[in-house]
């Protein structure tokens, strides 16, 4: 009688080890990719884009928030969504997108920057440093025009137009 309860006791202390390793971990945010920018480069007054995803590990709900530090005066940053949320049926990753939105007066140059994804309120953040290439502005050339003469009056014609 003794060896059945001690091997009933084994398989139940197995059994309870099995469940134990096979229970799913806290969810944590594991790595965010950014896709390069597009257009390289941007243009003053334009505006860039990248592709964000985030993947998280583990399983149950976890809320990403994303944010953006670090751009030069005049630029701003949106995130869509600005924040990601998963659920014990949604995949692993999920996808944002960055649209940086420059000043007329952003000047020609490579600019670093900051992308955070947090974990709600806790210390698990994930940071991307980036960087935003801006070009020249571009020049823009008008086709000449030739405004009807004028009849001066002294009996000359006058002649204007305008273009570059």
């Given amino acids: 009688m003794r060896t059945n309860k001690r091997f009933c006791w084994k398989i139940a202390a197995l059994t309870a080890l099995a469940i134990t390793s096979t229970a799913q971990a806290d969810p944590t945010l594991r790595t ?11 243009s003053p007054g334009g505006k860039a884009m990248y592709s964000v995803a985030v993947t998280r590990t583990g399983g149950g709900s976890l809320s ?51 992308l955070t994804a947090r974990k709600g309120n806790s210390q698990n953040i994930v940071i ?24 001066n009056p002294d009996g000359s014609i006058g002649l204007s137009g305008s273009g570059t």
């Fill in 32 to 42: 965010v990719t950014i896709g390069g920018q597009s257009p390289t480069p941007a």
């Fill in 128 to 151: 991307c440093n980036l960087t935003l290439t801006v070009g020249s502005t571009p020049i823009t050339l008008l086709p000449p025009v030739l405004f009807p003469p004028v009849l």
């Fill in 64 to 114: 990403a928030y994303l944010s953006v530090s670090g751009l030069p005066e005049g630029v701003t940053a949106s995130l869509v969504p600005p924040q990601l949320t998963f659920t014990d049926q949604d995949p692993s990753t999920k996808n944002a997108v960055l649209l940086v939105a420059l000043s007329k007066d952003t000047e020609a140059g490579t600019y670093p920057f900051t």
